[in-house]
Nanobody, 117 residues
């Protein structure tokens, strides 16, 4: 059974970098054909796909967030990381990591990130 767990600070100041890590257990992030994604849900809004990293390390980003987003991985730790720069209060959301790129078979529990001074 694949399990994902998000970790990172729950409070980020405006203009700073939001950084979250997803640790995967029960499966390898290099296994073909799986992709690994970040998704968020702002308060009162729907789910928003942020970006994905493939089993080979290729990255794909939402056009609306691409200029501020970077996803990387550490295969030795079975982790992939989200960095979102120049955050504003509009980036406040529950952030999820998941396996998949359009349909998501496994999800982390989600972590609340608040952007506030």
């Amino acid at each position: 059974q694949v399990q994902l767990q998000e970790s990172g600070p729950g409070l980020v100041k405006p203009s700073q970098i939001l950084s979250l890590t997803c640790t995967v257990s029960g499966g390898s992030i290099t296994t073909n054909p799986y992709y690994w994604s970040w998704i968020r849900q702002p308060p009162g809004k729907g789910l928003e796909w942020i970006g994905s990293i493939s089993n080979s390390g290729s990255t794909y980003y939402s056009p609306s967030l691409k200029s501020r987003t970077s996803i990387s991985r550490d295969t030795s730790k079975s982790q992939f990381t989200l960095q979102l720069s120049s955050v504003t209060p509009e980036d406040t959301a529950v952030y999820y990591c998941a396996r998949g790129v359009s349909g998501f078979g496994f999800w982390g529990q989600g972590t609340q990130v608040t952007v506030s001074s």
